[in-house]
Structure formats: C-alpha cells, structure tokens
C-alpha cells in the first residue's frame, strides 16, 4: 500500500535480491570516484613529475572519476545503464593506469617499489571490478 491508499505494483527488481557484492561494490565506486578527485589533484600537485600528471589527471582520471560516479549512482538506482557506465569507466580507468603505470616504473627511479606495489593492486582490483560487472547475472537482474 502507498500513503494515498493505493496497491503499489511491484517491480521485478525489488522481488528478487541483488547479486551479492552488487550494493556493496556499488558504494565502494561512488566512494572511490569520489576520492580520485581530490586525490588527483593532490598527486599533481605535490609530485615532481608535476607536468605528466597534470596532463594525464585533466585528460584522463577527472574524466574517469566523474564516468564512475554517474555509474555508481545509476547502480544504487537501480537503472541498467548503470551497468554499462561502470563497465565503460573501468575499461577507461585501465586504459589511463596501465601504460602511465608501465611509463612511470620506467622513468622514475624514486619510488619504485612503491610504484609498482600500488600500480598491481589498482590493476588487479579494477579487473576484478570489470569482470563483476560484466556477469550476465547484473544485466538480468536489472532488466
């Protein structure tokens, strides 16, 4: 029943559970777009390799932050191109840390191992992030 006495008709969507990890990983992107903003701005600003970053974080990480936030949101609502943003903003997200990551390690000798431990973990965990949301069961459950 809604407030003006009427039988509200359910959705598809709201009789079946999510998949699991789906609520969760949807927060965890809207918090992660979120800080790659000022997180961004930060490693432009306080890294020596000042010039690179700035070209890389204006062309390519603030437009990947704001794609993965519209995602987030669009998968916390329920919406299927949701689904579809977060799959695009991931495969930018790959597309921008990769070879920065690979170009990074090879020019700069300062923090290498640091570097390299943190570019593996970003790599690793936007994989598994792009392969969750690419399951056919995501798509079903939003349809």
Request: with cysteine.
């Amino acid at each position: 029943m809604t407030d003006d006495g009427s039988i509200a008709c359910p959705t598809f969507a709201m009789l079946q559970q999510p998949p699991r990890g789906y609520v969760t990983l949807a927060r965890l992107g809207l918090v992660a777009n979120a800080l790659a903003i000022p997180v961004g701005l930060g490693v432009i600003l306080l890294d020596s390799w000042r010039t690179p970053n700035l070209v890389v974080g204006a062309s390519a990480v603030l437009p990947t932050a704001v794609v993965g936030l519209v995602a987030s949101i669009g998968l916390l609502k329920w919406r299927a191109w949701g689904q579809i943003l977060a799959i695009v903003a991931l495969a930018m997200a790959l597309a921008v840390a990769l070879p920065y990551g690979i170009v990074r390690l090879a020019l700069l000798s300062e923090g290498r191992l640091v570097t390299a431990l943190l570019s593996g973990l970003l790599w690793s965990a936007t994989t598994a992030a792009l392969v969750f949301w690419c399951r056919p069961c995501i798509r079903r459950y939003l349809i």
